[in-house]
């Protein structure tokens, strides 16, 4: 297992842009896929981007062109990038880890709020 924590979230007029933060407590390069999910009230929990062990994202339509995952290894982080954000995008965002031989996210960090003004 692995505890992640979350940071940078916080309010944004539309348009603007926010980095999230997720710092793992262990060696991120030995965690299969790195993931960000994001639930906005009265909705399903919803996958926004993963990056696996080898460096490949994978991105949801939705934030496509909008939104960038990106790791530092040194410092066991990943990251989220987001540009152009919109009203839509209000939601707590997550950050979450699956790890080998798990076949599903089973490490989930506390969340941070993120919060786009029209």
């Known amino acids: 297992q692995v505890q992640l924590v979350e940071s940078g979230g916080g309010l944004v007029q539309a348009g603007g842009s926010l980095r999230l933060s997720c710092a793992a407590s262990?060696?991120?390069?030995?965690?299969?896929?790195m993931g960000w999910y994001r639930q906005a009230p009265g909705k399903q929990r919803e996958l926004v981007a993963t990056?696996?062990?080898?460096?490949?994202?994978n991105y949801a339509d939705s934030v496509k062109g909008r939104v960038t995952i990106s790791r530092d290894n040194a410092k066991n982080t990943v990251y989220l990038q987001m540009n152009s954000l919109k009203p839509e995008d209000t939601a707590v965002y997550y950050c979450?880890?699956?790890?080998?031989?798990?076949?599903?996210?089973?490490?989930w960090g506390q969340g941070t709020q993120v919060t786009v003004s029209s």
């Open positions: 979450a880890a699956k790890i080998w031989p798990s076949r599903t996210f089973g490490s």
């Open positions: 990056m696996t062990s080898g460096g490949f994202s």
């Open positions: 262990r060696n991120i390069l030995s965690i299969n896929v």
